[in-house]
């Protein structure tokens, strides 16, 4: 499991990933307060390949989609986190305006792009139209209902602004 510190760390491993004949499968989120969701996205994702990569939103780029109180957990912290899970073999971050690391793949071309039912939509045809461009393909995999870092945000703070 390894935190990338740039794009040619990371390239530098997938090259040598693609000469062994790996299969390279990536993700992509702000994973700010991991839970039983972000778990099983990850674990799905593993199994459609040999490597995992998970790309994960710099600070500034989380607070432009989710408000100026997030993230809870800053990006070093969320980092170590997904690079400590036995199903991620590379974690690194990245700061792009849409809602997916477009310039990370173009340089990375996964075989396979996975994200959750519940954070795809016909609105992201454009990158899927990307990923076959490149000779990969996306693969959506099961929602978890009802978990989510900002419904956790909202749990917590009712339970505890009762007190």
């Given at each position: 499991?390894?935190?990338?510190?740039?794009?040619?760390?990371?390239l530098?491993?997938?090259?040598?990933?693609?000469?062994?004949?790996e299969?390279?499968?990536?993700?992509?989120?702000?994973?700010d307060l991991?839970?039983?969701?972000?778990?099983?996205?990850?674990?799905?994702?593993?199994?459609?390949?040999?490597?995992?990569?998970?790309?994960?939103?710099?600070?500034?780029?989380?607070?432009?989609k989710?408000?100026?109180?997030?993230?809870?957990?800053?990006?070093?912290?969320?980092?170590?986190?997904?690079?400590?899970?036995?199903?991620?073999?590379?974690?690194?971050?990245?700061?792009?305006?849409?809602?997916?690391?477009?310039?990370?793949?173009q340089?990375?071309?996964?075989?396979?792009?996975?994200?959750?039912g519940?954070e795809?939509?016909?609105?992201?045809f454009?990158?899927?139209?990307?990923l076959?461009?490149?000779?990969?393909?996306?693969?959506?995999?099961?929602?978890?209902?009802?978990?989510?870092s900002?419904?956790?945000?909202?749990?917590?703070?009712?339970?505890?602004?009762?007190?």
């Amino acid at each position: 499991m390894v935190q990338c510190g740039s794009d040619s760390e990371l390239l530098s491993l997938v090259g040598a990933w693609r000469a062994a004949g790996e299969r390279i499968v990536m993700t992509s989120g702000v994973f700010d307060l991991v839970h039983r969701g972000h778990l099983e996205t990850l674990r799905q994702a593993r199994g459609f390949g040999d490597r995992l990569i998970v790309a994960t939103n710099t600070d500034e780029s989380v607070r432009r989609k989710k408000g100026p109180l997030r993230p809870v957990n800053p990006l070093a912290d969320r980092m170590f986190m997904l690079a400590n899970l036995r199903s991620v073999d590379a974690v690194i971050a990245f700061d792009e305006e849409g809602e997916h690391p477009v310039a990370l793949v173009q340089a990375v071309h996964p075989d396979i792009f996975v994200k959750s039912g519940g954070e795809w939509s016909e609105k992201n045809f454009f990158f899927k139209q990307l990923l076959e461009s490149l000779g990969g393909r996306a693969e959506i995999v099961g929602h978890a209902e009802g978990y989510s870092s900002s419904a956790l945000i909202a749990r917590i703070t009712e339970r505890y602004s009762r007190r």
